[in-house]
């Protein structure tokens, strides 16, 4: 039976833990990481939340990180694609699902932890890739497991990002989106203590995705692939 999981990691234990230490309030997604054949692709990461220079000079610093490059910036210039290689440690991660015949649907990144949507063929397939990231001293913490295709919520959830989840989900409870709105821009940004501009972008780049999902219509991140 083929299975669609959410599985979150330690980021000490995947990557790019130093990065968000240095930058709490990045925001980051990676989308459809596959293999081909006995070469894995490296990830294309969307990156925002900070100034380019800022999220640039952090990635320099991580030890998990070994080379970037940014290849697009969206339109507003305040979101960017990078194609990360990580340390070894993270490629005998990757390695270990492609082996299991598993592909990343997408993944994101916070501070503390990495979760990503796979899909197996099969269900035997997604319990030896545990085994075997735990045999490599990875926790792994299983959140949702379901057959393929029969949870829209899993699918559509997955696309947002923890803090565009949070923004959207605390704009749509305190009446942002009501008419009349029961509250500004600028007094929801002062309550979840990012500014004006952060929540501005967060909100929009998060109904973008939304939207994206509602009328069928890829989203600039997949476009990019």
Same mark, same amino acid.
């Not at 990830?43 to 952090?58: C, F, H, N, Y």
């Given at each position: 039976?083929?299975?669609?999981?959410?599985? $979150?990691?330690?980021?000490?234990?995947? #990557?790019?833990? !130093?990065?968000? !230490? $240095?930058?709490?309030?990045? &925001?980051?997604?990676?989308? @459809?990481?596959? $293999?081909?054949? #006995?070469?894995?692709?490296?990830?294309?990461?969307?990156?925002?939340? !900070?100034?380019?220079? *800022?999220?640039?000079?952090?990635?320099?610093? %991580? @030890?998990?990180?070994?080379?970037? %490059?940014?290849?697009?910036? +969206?339109?507003?210039?305040?979101?960017?694609?990078?194609?990360?290689?990580?340390?070894?440690?993270? &490629? !005998?991660?990757?390695?270990?699902?492609?082996?299991? %015949?598993?592909?990343?649907?997408?993944?994101?990144?916070? @501070?503390?932890?990495?979760?990503?949507?796979?899909?197996?063929?099969?269900? +035997?397939?997604?319990?030896?890739?545990?085994?075997?990231? &735990?045999?490599?001293?990875?926790?792994?913490?299983?959140?949702?497991?379901?057959?393929?295709?029969?949870? #829209? %919520?899993?699918?559509?959830?997955?696309?947002?990002?923890?803090?565009?989840?949070?923004?959207?989900?605390?704009?749509?409870?305190?009446?942002?989106?009501?008419?009349?709105?029961?509250? @500004?821009?600028? +007094?929801?940004?002062?309550?979840?203590?990012?500014?004006?501009?952060?929540?501005?972008?967060?909100?929009?780049?998060?109904?973008?995705?939304?939207?994206?999902?509602?009328?069928?219509?890829?989203?600039?991140? *997949?476009?990019?692939?």
């Amino acid at each position: 039976m083929t299975t669609v999981t959410e599985l $979150a990691l330690s980021s000490d234990d995947v #990557a790019l833990s !130093e990065t968000f !230490e $240095a930058l709490p309030e990045l &925001e980051m997604r990676i989308k @459809s990481v596959v $293999a081909e054949g #006995a070469q894995q692709t490296m990830p294309l990461v969307w990156i925002a939340g !900070e100034s380019k220079k *800022e999220i640039e000079d952090a990635l320099a610093d %991580d @030890s998990s990180v070994d080379t970037f %490059d940014c290849l697009l910036e +969206d339109d507003g210039d305040s979101e960017w694609l990078y194609r990360i290689e990580y340390a070894s440690g993270v &490629e !005998e991660m990757y390695g270990t699902i492609f082996a299991n %015949d598993g592909t990343i649907l997408d993944a994101q990144c916070s @501070s503390d932890h990495w979760t990503f949507r796979l899909l197996f063929p099969e269900r +035997d397939l997604l319990s030896e890739t545990v085994s075997e990231l &735990e045999e490599e001293s990875i926790h792994v913490d299983v959140k949702r497991m379901v057959e393929a295709g029969r949870n #829209a %919520d899993l699918e559509a959830t997955a696309a947002l990002t923890e803090a565009q989840e949070e923004a959207i989900n605390e704009a749509y409870d305190r009446g942002y989106y009501d008419v009349p709105r029961r509250i @500004s821009l600028e +007094d929801l940004a002062a309550e979840l203590d990012i500014s004006h501009q952060a929540l501005s972008e967060r909100l929009r780049r998060a109904n973008k995705v939304l939207a994206s999902e509602q009328i069928g219509e890829p989203s600039q991140d *997949e476009i990019a692939h």
